[in-house]
C-alpha cells in the first residue's frame, strides 16, 4: 500500500525513496528532502539526526500513567512522575541540538490525578525545561469546548490543556503576522463601553487607562493604531477535540497545530514531531509547504500516519 501511494505521488515522482525509515537505515535519508517518519524510540532517533536541521518542533509526548503503547521503550509508564519528566528532558535535550539556532519548540502536555492530589506535570516539565536553558516564551491555554464530561462533584470539569512555546535563543523565528487574529476592539464583540461608536473619532478612546499615550488612538488615526491585518495572536486557542476513525487514540487537532507551524516555521522549512503518532504535525506541514520528519515507535501507529498524510 505505501508503495502504491508513493509512486502516484507528484512529490515522490522518480524517487527510490522510504516513507518509513528503521532506525538501524537513518543513515541511507536524504535529511534536507525530508518528508519520511523514523520508526523508533524517539531518544535514540534523535541522536541518530544531524545538527541544527530542523526550524521548529512540534509535539504532544505520550501522557503519564494514561495509556500503555505496547512496546517496552515506551515513555508514560514510568514508575512516578519524577521518573517520566526526566525522560522527557533528556528527549528534549536532543531536540534542542537537532533544532536551528533560531528554532522554536511548542509542546502540548496534559496533566494528571494522582490519588486526588493534580501532579502539575506541565508546568513540571516547562520549569525543568527553563533549568536546561530554554528560553519559555509563552503558556497557551488550549480550550476543548466539546471537552469529555465528568462526574467529579468536588472540583470543576478539566476543559483545558497547556501548550508551551520555547525558544533555544534569543532571536528565534516567529511569523505574528502569519497568525494574526481579527480585531475586536470597536467592532459587534467589543466589551467597550459605546462600541463601535469611538471608531475613527478624535478623542475617541479616554486618556486614562490601556490606551492612554497612543496619540494615534486620541487623533482618531485608528489606522496607525491597528495592525492591518489583525490584532497578535491571543493565548487561550479554543479548538474542539479531533478525531482520525482509523486511531483508536486522540490526535492532534489540524486547527491547534496550523498557528505553531505558521508562527514556528517559513515555507519550505523542516517540521520535526519526536511522538508523532497519527500525523497531524506532517499533515499540516505539508498542506502548508513545509515538510516534515516523524520520529513514532509503534509501527502500526507509523503506517496509520503514512496512509493519512498522503492518500489525502
Known sequence: MLDYITANLPLFANLDRKLVVK?????????????????????????????????????????????????????????????????????????????????????????????????????????ALKERGWILRSDIIWYKPNAMPSSVKNRPTTDHEYMFLFAKSSKYYYDADAIREPHVTFSENSKMRGGRNHLGKKGGTPEQGKNSGNSNLHNGRWDQAFHPQGRNKRTVWEVPLSKFREAHFAVFPEQLIEPCILAGSSEGGIVLDPFFGAGTVGLVSMKKGRKFIGIELNEDYCKIAIKRIFST
Open 23 to 127: 532506525i538501524d537505515d537513518i543513515g541511507e535519508v536524504n535529511f534536507q528532502q525530508a518528508n519520511f517518519l523514523i520508526n523508533g524510540e524517539a531518544l535514540n532517533s534523535l541522536k541518530k539526526l544531524p545538527d541544527s536541521l530542523v526550524q521548529t518542533v512540534i509535539t504532544s509526548p505520550p501522557y503519564y500513567g494514561q495509556r500503555d503503547y505496547c512496546r517496552e521503550e515506551q515513555i508514560g509508564i514510568e514508575e512516578n512522575p519524577d521518573e517520566y519528566v526526566n525522560k522527557l528532558l533528556e528527549v528534549f535535550d536532543e531536540v534542542k541540538r537537532v533544532l536551528k539556532e533560531d528554532g522554536t519548540l511548542w509542546i502540548n502536555l496534559g496533566d494528571k490525578y494522582i490519588d486526588g492530589n493534580l501532579a502539575g506535570l506541565p508546568w513540571k516539565l516547562a520549569l
